[in-house]
């Protein structure tokens, strides 16, 4: 029975063996399918060569383990520009051809590329891999684990084998040959211009508040509420990429509606600002914004509120890039009162601000824009407190 038991041993030995090469490589364990998302969130001149990729055994990094890994071949040929992943940059031939070894630890995996161009120019990339044969694959390993386990008790104690050399988890190979192009897709290259024209409309809910008006009103109440439609022109000057700017806008309220008493105002306004960015490479940038702010009302008769307040103001917003022209906006701000030159008034007069914005490409040069705006003016004239405070839902298209 001994000799019967040692040729067992040997064949099991051997199936076992027979998955992994040498070299760490393996047969092929069928394909994976690489998914990108739709052709605003692509990386502008990224390409791969197919939709479907070949699965091999290789290590990963910190083990001798063998686990499937995606062969991606992509290209990529853009002046001042370079791609990463995994927070190294992937190494292209001359040709602009490269190679990833992707591990895939379960069935489904995400696959972020960033591009970074000149002065930190930034576009991001998250496609996703997904291995079918990953179920098969683990089960067929568990099992083979299991029998080698089961023949290890006919085998006499041997030194144990040294594991090849530790391979790192993402392998780029210089392909030498060219590929079949895929199909032309028209990515998002708008980026940062350097002039950007906004017109917007907004939607204005007011709530505005005067002593005078309790004289004026048949409800007899200080404060009224109305709704208003705003046109919105702005524009923005780029200094420094992503760093340095100057930006400014103006809007009138083109029509109010929906007042709760017999009196209603339009109100129209401006900044003036410029901007720096304290981190210009990172994904979430932090914007200092510093500048002047201005409102007045159209009354009739003037019986009321106020015309022709500014001050200085400052603010500070947080931008996310969400790539392929996707960002998100938030920002708050507080901004002093004047009503003449070189004269601010008091503390208890103050503007306070907050807006939360989304980005988004609407064609592969131009951007869209929602918005939620709010902005709260206290102010005190000749003894005389008012408040406004004014909600706002706006839409506006950069060019």
Same mark, same amino acid.
Request: hydrophobic share 30%.
């Given at each position: 029975m001994k000799p019967l038991r040692g040729v067992l041993a040997l064949a099991l030995i051997a199936i076992g063996s027979t998955v992994i090469c040498d070299d760490g490589h393996a047969n092929s364990l069928g394909a994976a399918q690489l998914i990108r998302p739709y052709s605003g969130q692509r990386i502008a001149g990224l390409r791969w060569k197919s939709r479907l990729s070949k699965v091999v055994l290789r290590p990963i990094q910190g083990s001798s383990r063998h686990y499937p890994h995606a062969v991606l071949i992509g290209h990529y040929q853009r002046p001042g520009w370079r791609v990463t992943w995994n927070n190294r940059e992937i190494r292209t031939n001359p040709k602009g051809y490269f190679r990833l070894f992707v591990p895939l630890k379960k069935s489904r995996r995400t696959l972020r590329i960033i591009a970074i161009g000149p002065n930190g120019k930034i576009?991001?990339?998250?496609?996703?891999?997904?291995?079918?044969?990953?179920?098969?694959?683990?089960?067929?390993?568990?099992?083979?684990?299991?029998?080698?386990?089961?023949?290890?008790?006919?085998?006499?104690?041997?030194?144990?084998?040294?594991?090849?050399?530790?391979?790192?988890?993402?392998?780029? =190979?210089?392909?030498? /040959?060219?590929?079949?192009? +895929? %199909?032309?897709?028209?990515?998002?290259? $708008?980026?940062?211009?350097?002039?950007?024209?906004?017109?917007?409309?907004?939607?204005?809910?007011?709530?505005?508040?005067?002593?005078?008006?309790?004289?004026?009103?048949?409800?007899?109440?200080?404060?009224?509420?109305q709704f208003a439609t705003r046109l919105q022109i702005g524009g923005r000057a780029v200094v420094q990429p992503r760093t340095w700017d100057f930006e400014g806008d103006f809007y009138f309220q083109v029509a109010s509606f929906g007042a709760s008493s017999d009196?209603?105002?339009?109100?129209?306004?401006?900044?003036?600002?410029?901007?720096?960015?304290?981190?210009?490479?990172?994904?979430?940038?932090?914007?200092?914004?510093?500048?002047?702010?201005?409102?007045?009302?159209?009354?009739?008769?003037? =019986?009321?509120?106020? /015309?022709?307040?500014?001050? +200085? %103001?400052?603010?500070?917003?947080?931008? $996310?890039?969400?790539?392929?022209?996707?960002?998100?906006?938030?920002?708050?701000?507080?901004?002093?009162?004047?009503?003449?030159?070189?004269?601010?008034?008091?503390?208890?007069?103050?503007?306070?601000?907050?807006?939360?914005?989304?980005?988004l490409p609407y064609s592969s040069t131009n951007t869209m824009q929602i918005y939620l705006n709010y902005s709260d003016v206290a102010i005190e004239l000749s003894n005389i407190p008012m408040s406004t405070t004014i909600f706002t839902l706006g839409f506006g298209f950069n060019f």
């Open positions: 576009q991001m990339e998250r496609d996703k891999v997904k291995y079918p044969g990953w179920i098969a694959w683990a089960r067929a390993e568990r099992k083979k684990n299991q029998n080698q386990r089961s023949v290890a008790s006919y085998q006499e104690p041997q030194q144990e084998k040294q594991p090849p050399p530790q391979q790192r988890e993402m392998t780029q =190979e210089a392909q030498p /040959e060219p590929y079949e192009q +895929p %199909e032309p897709t028209e990515p998002f290259r $708008g980026g940062e211009k350097p002039f950007t024209f906004t017109p917007a409309l907004g939607f204005d809910q007011v709530s505005f508040s005067d002593p005078r008006l309790a004289s004026l009103q048949a409800n007899g109440q200080n404060s009224f509420t009196k209603s105002a339009q109100f129209w306004g401006y900044h003036l600002n410029t901007g720096y960015v304290f981190n210009p490479k990172s994904l979430w940038r932090v914007k200092g914004i510093f500048g002047m702010w201005g409102n007045s009302m159209v009354v009739e008769n003037s =019986e009321f509120g106020y /015309e022709n307040v500014y001050g +200085p %103001e400052a603010r500070l917003a947080l931008i $996310g890039d969400l790539g392929g022209g996707h960002q998100l906006h938030f920002e708050v701000g507080y901004g002093m009162v004047s009503n003449a030159p070189f004269s601010l008034l008091g503390t208890s007069n103050r503007n306070l601000k907050a807006k939360l914005g989304y980005e």
